[in-house]
């Protein structure tokens, strides 16, 4: 299992409230069998539009860790792509002024914390990103802190979702894996998974028979 108490990077800050998940990966790129390569569409028509100028476009941006999202990020339709997507561009963690409940479920499923701060601290932590592209930040799980060049702000998250990412609890396949013996010793005692183990019985064919009258029916006899 993976525990998850301290990310490290630069950030790339998006401003815009109720970006939802259409946004951030359009329902054409849906069609994947897996998720792989959805971080080259994240934001595809919102980069279009911007011609080269979207935040995920920018030079000085390439390479983030921490995404910086204001009010309702992640609204729209459940789509698990969206994280996917997010994740597979680079960043790791998000701070924002709030967030979908599906959309932040499905982060904490990949194991990318989704913390918030109040309205003013975001906007100041944007500002900084802005005009200080390169400042390293901090995002502490531990003591809930988010801290870069001067700044430092107090972030929150749910309790339980801050004490599943430090213990690893959230990568469910990870948890599996660890207990792969119990599992197995588990599975040995359920008789829907152990029926191959035992051999099938041939039936008696005279019981196909009424009455067992073999002499009416030769072929079925012993």
């Not at 815009?16 to 569409?41: E, S």
């Not at 479920?105 to 990318?112: D, R, S, T």
């Amino acid at each position: 299992m993976s525990n998850i108490q301290r990310i490290t990077g630069r950030g790339l800050p998006l401003r815009g409230n109720d970006i939802d998940t259409d946004r951030i990966i359009p329902a054409r790129f849906l069609r994947c069998v897996t998720f792989d390569g959805l971080g080259a569409h994240v934001f595809a028509d919102d980069r279009h539009a911007a011609n080269g100028q979207h935040p995920f476009d920018a030079p000085q941006y390439q390479g983030a860790r921490l995404l910086v999202v204001n009010a309702n990020f992640g609204c729209g339709s459940s789509r698990e792509h969206a994280p996917q997507a997010i994740a597979r561009w680079g960043i790791q963690a998000l701070i924002g002024e709030s967030f979908a409940e599906i959309f932040a479920g499905n982060c904490l499923a990949m194991g990318v914390p989704c913390v918030t701060a109040a309205p003013e601290a975001i906007q100041r932590l944007q500002t900084l990103l802005e005009t200080a592209p390169n400042t390293e930040l901090v995002l502490n799980l531990e003591n809930l802190t988010l801290s870069g060049a001067d700044l430092t702000l107090e972030v929150s998250m749910p309790d339980s979702t801050r004490q599943m990412l430090l213990s690893g609890q959230w990568d469910v396949c990870g948890q599996l894996l660890a207990n792969l013996t119990q599992i197995h010793q588990v599975a040995a005692q359920l008789p829907y998974l152990a029926y191959r183990n035992r051999r099938v019985r041939e039936p008696d064919k005279t019981s196909l028979v009424p009455d067992g009258d073999t002499e009416r029916f030769p072929r079925l006899r012993q």
